[in-house]
């Protein structure tokens, strides 16, 4: 099968776009497609040779999905795949790296019979250096992915360990469910990059790691362009293989300039970054492409900023499932239309449950102009085994993510989800404050949440979920005279305190993190889960306008997460349904969430327009 060359802007064959969007080369090699696939029930099979092929899978579905032509969803232990395809030995002393977006949950690799690498954790990339393995022109690549599906020690967010879904759990993800790519990489490269912007000082802080051959005296340009207006070129020595510095720009001083390229929902300015490697004779060893967004984010008394001013977050929780796909988006366009979906319904920002997202859906965000909150995928025990598994997890994600403009928030834990003791365990208190701790080292420059929903115990934003179906129960909890002192000593939404002692909460952010999940279905099932119930179309337009009215009122709040964007299998409580067809008019769905003013300030009748000629079209 031969290997497919795409252009670094260019779609694959099956319409996905290049899988890091923050490291671009000029091209790339798409392994999607046709696989051969063999489920090994026995658990027996070692190494490549052990294998009975047994059919083909799509990848990069999962088995259990529909789109990869397998769709079982029964307990997979273990699966195996292999292909074909077309490398060229090294060139020029170039190497081959074999990159993989997401394998769900252990992986290990073979290339041309010979082991590769392994990677544990199911929601974050890995590469193998292959160049050594390669022999003639045609290649054998083989993965073994290995995923208990029993085990609730290993982050596995919404993944049901039932063997059928059940109220707010999913059907599993098992084996590789993102992208496989080939790229051919200089021998000495630009590995990795991270972007601080700072407003303070109006500047765009710039880290690079180099990996590969090493060489002395090496210099690494960089260049950025804001709308093709260059805004800096400078060249650093390289020390260490790194490079850290601070790239001052240009203050234009008034607001009205200023504001051209600062980055936000409503002017989504990227600054593109041209970073080229330099040897000691002057030759270019390699040249990539990259782009960031001059913002801060903070939380400052009771309010959440962006750029420096309040800022009032209007967001929805998104648990980014597809009805052929499960975890993975049937295509680039799918993700799209996600962000413009969620953009059009009123709302500047999703809460992204339990899933570290496609980095294609983040290059979205960060083009249309939506804020991401980043969640951990949980694991449901407490050991010593699940702490040291999602705190690695969890780095690698932080560190995959840091310099995407539209995140704004990182939420390590979801309300007391594999921490079940906060009020009377010191230890998953401990767990909870590292993991705080360890994101604010990651990453000072935005708000953390250590655990969202209850018992809060080290956060820079207090998250309540609050299911409440009444809208005047909902405001008479939250407007009172003395609602502060009220909520954290005696309210208990979901039945659990809100703040556990030792917790500073009466000077930091208030937002209603979960609420509403008024379900609504076309067809009635004892399988369908909602909240709430609506009987029409007209019912949940109302009673949606009800609480959102109520929930924009409350001058308490820093901000609110409806819950949720889409139907999600038998968790019918979308404001679109599964196939993301709107149950509501999505003009009378963003009005109700955002208000009259906000919809014309954010330019929210424009993207409304534009979908619909795209539907038209």
Not at 186 to 192: E, G, L
Not at 253 to 274: H, K, T, Y
Not at 305 to 325: C, F
Request: proline fraction near 6%; hydrophobic fraction near 35%; charged fraction near 25%.
């Amino acid at each position: 099968m031969p290997t497919e060359l795409i252009a670094a802007d260019a779609l694959d064959a099956h319409g996905r776009g290049y899988p890091r969007p923050q490291l671009r080369r000029r091209d790339w090699y798409s392994l999607n497609g046709t696989w051969d696939f063999a489920i090994d029930m026995s658990r027996r099979w070692q190494r490549p040779a052990d294998v009975h092929w047994q059919e083909t899978i799509t990848v990069p579905f999962a088995p259990e999905a529909p789109a990869s032509g397998i769709g079982r969803t029964d307990f997979i232990h273990v699966c195996w795949y292999r292909r074909y395809c077309d490398i060229e030995e090294g060139i020029d002393g170039r190497r081959w790296l074999l990159h993989f977006g997401a394998v769900d949950h252990a992986a290990t690799v073979w290339v041309n019979g010979y082991y590769a690498g392994q990677h544990r954790g199911g929601y974050t990339p890995f590469s193998c250096d292959v160049t050594d393995l390669l022999h003639g022109s045609r290649t054998e690549i083989v993965v073994r992915a290995e995923d208990d599906p029993l085990d609730l020690t290993k982050p596995r967010g919404k993944q049901d360990w039932l063997a059928e879904s059940h109220s707010i759990w999913y059907p599993r993800t098992t084996g590789i469910w993102q992208t496989v790519w080939l790229e051919r990489v200089p021998a000495t490269r630009i590995a990795r990059l991270a972007f601080t912007p700072d407003l303070a000082r109006w500047e765009i802080g710039v880290e690079a790691w180099l990996e590969g051959f090493e060489r002395p005296d090496l210099r690494l340009g960089i260049k950025l362009h804001s709308a093709s207006k260059l805004l800096a070129a400078d060249t650093y020595q390289v020390i260490s293989g790194e490079v850290h510095r601070g790239i001052a720009l240009s203050d234009p001083g008034i607001d009205d300039s200023r504001n051209a390229l600062l980055w936000s929902p409503e002017a989504p300015n990227l600054i593109d970054v041209q970073l080229e490697l330099w040897g000691a004779r002057g030759e270019l060893l390699d040249r990539v492409q990259s782009y960031t967004g001059l913002r801060t984010v903070s939380a400052q008394g009771d309010r959440f900023l962006l750029n420096g001013r309040p800022y009032v977050l209007r967001m929805v929780l998104d648990q980014g499932y597809w009805p052929e796909g499960g975890l993975t988006a049937p295509n680039d366009a799918a993700l799209r239309r996600d962000v413009e979906l969620a953009r059009t319904m009123g709302f500047n920002g999703v809460r992204k449950h339990q899933k570290i997202e496609d980095p294609r859906y983040l290059y979205w965000a960060d083009k249309i102009g939506l804020l991401v909150w980043e969640e951990m995928p949980s694991a449901y025990r407490y050991t010593a085994h699940a702490v040291e598994r999602l705190s690695r997890e969890w780095t690698d994600a932080v560190r995959r993510d840091y310099s995407h403009p539209s995140i704004v928030t990182w939420v390590p834990i979801n309300e007391s989800w594999g921490v079940p003791n906060l009020p009377s365990n010191a230890r998953e208190r401990h767990y909870v404050q590292a993991l705080y701790h360890l994101t604010k080292t990651l990453d000072p420059t935005r708000p953390v949440i250590g655990n969202d929903g209850w018992e809060s115990v080290a956060t820079d934003i207090i998250g309540i979920h609050d299911y409440d179906d009444q809208p005047e129960r909902i405001g008479r909890r939250y407007r009172a005279d003395d609602v502060l002192p009220r909520l954290f000593k005696r309210e208990r939404p979901g039945g659990r305190l809100l703040v556990l002692e030792g917790t500073h909460a009466n000077d930091i952010p208030l937002m209603l993190t979960e609420f509403g999940g008024i379900a609504f279905s076309r067809e009635t099932s004892p399988k369908t889960w909602g909240y709430s119930v609506a009987t029409t179309p007209e019912d949940l337009a109302q009673r949606y306008e009800a609480i959102l009215k109520t929930v924009r009122d409350l001058a308490l709040l820093a901000g609110f997460c409806y819950t949720q964007f889409a139907d999600t299998y038998q968790e019918v409580n979308g404001l679109l349904y599964f196939d993301r067809t709107p149950k509501v008019p999505l003009a009378r769905i963003a009005e109700a969430t955002a208000g009259a003013t906000a919809m014309r300030g954010d330019g929210l009748e424009q993207l409304n327009a534009t979908l619909a000629d795209s539907e038209r079209r």
